[in-house]
C-alpha cells in the first residue's frame, strides 16, 4: 500500500497531478480541494494517498490532509459509492461542508453534485452519520504548502475548467453552462472551477 508520497509536482491538470518521487513519476487522481492547496509546478508537494486495486487497473488517489483521505475512506465504504463518485463528491463540496450536509439532512445540497440522485444521498446521510462524528475528533490534518499561480490566459483557463469539470462527472454542455455564469477574467483554471462549482450548490 502506498500512503504517502513527497517529491516534485511535474503536472496538475484536473483530476490528474504528476509527481516525480527519485526518478519515478506517480500519476494521482485528486479532488478538487486539493488542487487548490497545490504548489507551483517543480516545488516539493506531499499528498496522503490511497490505492485502489481493481481487476482492470490500479489507481493511486491522493489528498491535502490525512482528514480529508479519512473522509474519502469512509466514503468509498458507503453501498453504491465508488472511488470516482467519492472524489466527485469531495470536489463539489470538499469534507467539512459534505459533513455539515450530512449533519443537517440536507438532501437537496447532496443531489447538487454530480452523480448523486435523491436516493444515493439519502444512504449517504443514514450510512455516514456516526461515521461523521467520529472523523470528526480526528484532527490531525497536514497543509500543502501554497505559493501565488501564474495567470493562465481567460480561453485556456475556461477550457481547462470546462474539461476537469467533464471528468468530475458533469456533462459538457452543463460543465460550459457552469463555467460561462463565472466571471473568468483574470482567474486560472483552479479558480474557475472552484467559482463554478460554488454556484452551482449555491443556485
Not at 131 to 138: A, N, R, T, V
Amino acid at each position: 500500500m502506498i500512503g504517502r508520497l513527497r517529491g516534485t509536482l511535474i503536472s496538475k491538470i484536473p483530476p490528474l497531478i504528476l509527481i516525480d518521487v527519485q526518478g519515478v513519476g506517480y500519476e494521482v487522481e485528486a479532488p478538487m480541494s486539493t488542487f487548490y492547496q497545490l504548489p507551483e509546478l517543480e516545488q516539493e508537494v506531499t499528498l496522503h494517498t490511497h490505492l485502489i486495486v481493481r481487476e482492470d487497473a490500479q489507481f493511486l488517489c491522493g489528498f491535502a490532509t490525512e482528514s480529508e483521505r479519512h473522509m474519502f475512506r469512509n466514503l468509498i465504504r458507503v453501498n453504491g459509492v465508488g472511488a470516482k463518485l467519492a472524489l466527485g463528491i469531495l470536489s463539489g463540496m470538499g469534507a467539512d461542508d459534505f459533513a455539515l450536509a450530512i449533519q443537517q439532512d440536507d438532501v437537496k445540497s447532496l443531489t447538487r453534485l454530480p452523480g448523486v440522485g435523491k436516493k444515493t444521498a439519502e444512504r449517504l446521510i443514514i450510512e455516514m452519520r456516526d461515521k461523521i462524528e467520529q472523523w470528526q475528533q480526528d484532527d490531525t490534518t497536514m497543509q500543502v504548502q501554497t505559493e501565488p499561480r501564474a495567470a493562465n490566459s481567460a480561453l485556456d483557463a475556461a477550457g481547462e475548467a470546462v474539461s476537469a469539470l467533464t471528468s468530475l462527472g458533469y456533462k459538457p454542455q452543463e460543465a460550459s453552462k457552469m463555467v460561462r455564469m463565472v466571471a473568468t477574467s483574470g482567474l486560472n483554471s483552479e479558480e474557475i472551477i472552484r467559482e463554478a462549482l460554488k454556484s452551482s450548490l449555491s443556485g
